[in-house]
């Protein structure tokens, strides 16, 4: 759920302490497959120019492209409801949406498809192979190429609350796998949202009941069969709620919610730069970002479309919104 965790559990000081150290279980894990994820506005300044590199590094009449603010966010009332709309997950190619939902009671994974990246997606359907009755599937994150799908679930058998997931599928026509639990991103407090960079050797992903709020930690291994070594990303910690993080493929952008000091109200989105995975200094994207919650961001493959969720209209729910920004 959009940062459900941060005020939910009952996470101490000794617990927090322990997450900025190399996770002591690692290695006693699954692994996820080698298939893994490739990757009205607040007035004010807007986050600045972004970069998003769609050209080869050989071709000399390619390279970075530099865009501008996102135009006003739009609704995807496609797929919104009356409950609960949120954390949003779409295929590389924009034709195939997966997000977590309310309307049929606990939080579920649901997926939308469409013909082409202009249409309106199809009415949602029940992702009934990963769902379990009785508990919450949540903070789905599909891979670029559509086989690989990260979840956080509370069903029975993981290690408390929140537990981190992982299915494939041999093709797109194909029904999801067994999920396998990902002992190694998990723990008693709470975790989802996790998304790996191209190469599969770094997660981003939110523990949830750390001192009473939600944080940004990161799992990094030596290859796509090794196991996960886990620490808090401390540059970003603050007292507040940081959470639901997205990694461009690269690495080099880190897209997350906040409640922290400089935003709008509520949760907002935030960008923060990464240089060989530390983080620069985190930035709102106020275009985005209203008084009440905004959350969940997704960015496509090559920066120029957002989705992510707010309650930003007269109804107070939580909804899917969609932006896009255009090359300077």
Do not use: K
Not at 50 to 79: H, I, K, N, R, W
């Amino acid at each position: 759920m959009a940062c459900s965790f941060d005020a939910s559990g009952s996470g101490s000081d000794d617990a927090g302490s322990t997450g900025s150290t190399t996770d002591s279980t690692a290695g006693t894990g699954t692994s996820p497959p080698t298939s893994g994820p490739t990757s009205g506005p607040t007035s004010g300044p807007t986050s600045g120019p972004t970069t998003a590199d769609t050209g080869s590094s050989d071709d000399a009449t390619t390279g970075p492209v530099v865009y501008g603010p996102f135009d006003t966010p739009v609704a995807l009332t496609e797929l919104n409801s009356d409950g609960t709309d949120d954390d949003p997950s779409l295929r590389g190619d924009l034709l195939e949406a997966y997000f977590g939902s309310t309307r049929a009671g606990t939080e579920d994974l649901w997926r939308a498809t469409r013909a082409s990246a202009t249409d309106p997606f199809d009415a949602p359907e029940l992702v009934e192979s990963l769902n379990v009755t009785d508990a919450d599937e949540t903070t789905p994150e599909l891979s670029s190429d559509g086989l690989t799908l990260m979840f956080s679930s509370s069903r029975a058998g993981g290690l408390g609350d929140l537990d981190m997931y992982v299915t494939s599928r041999a093709s797109l026509d194909d029904d999801w796998g067994e999920p396998v639990a990902i002992p190694e991103l998990s723990s008693a407090f709470g975790e989802g949202a996790a998304v790996f960079t191209e190469d599969a050797l770094l997660a981003v992903f939110c523990r949830g009941q750390m001192r009473g709020h939600a944080a940004i930690f990161r799992g990094t291994r030596a290859s796509d069969r090794a196991p996960w070594e886990v620490e808090r990303i401390d540059a970003l910690d603050t007292p507040f709620s940081d959470c639901s993080p997205w990694i461009t493929a690269d690495g080099s952008e880190l897209w997350f919610a906040s409640d922290r000091d400089g935003g709008a109200g509520g949760n907002d989105v935030w960008l923060v730069p990464m240089d060989g995975g530390a983080p620069g200094r985190p930035e709102p994207v106020v275009e985005l970002n209203t008084d009440v919650e905004d959350d969940d961001p997704w960015l496509s493959p090559d920066g120029s479309t957002i989705v992510f969720a707010s309650d930003r209209d007269e109804a107070g729910d939580i909804d899917l919104y969609i932006a896009v920004r255009t090359a300077m």
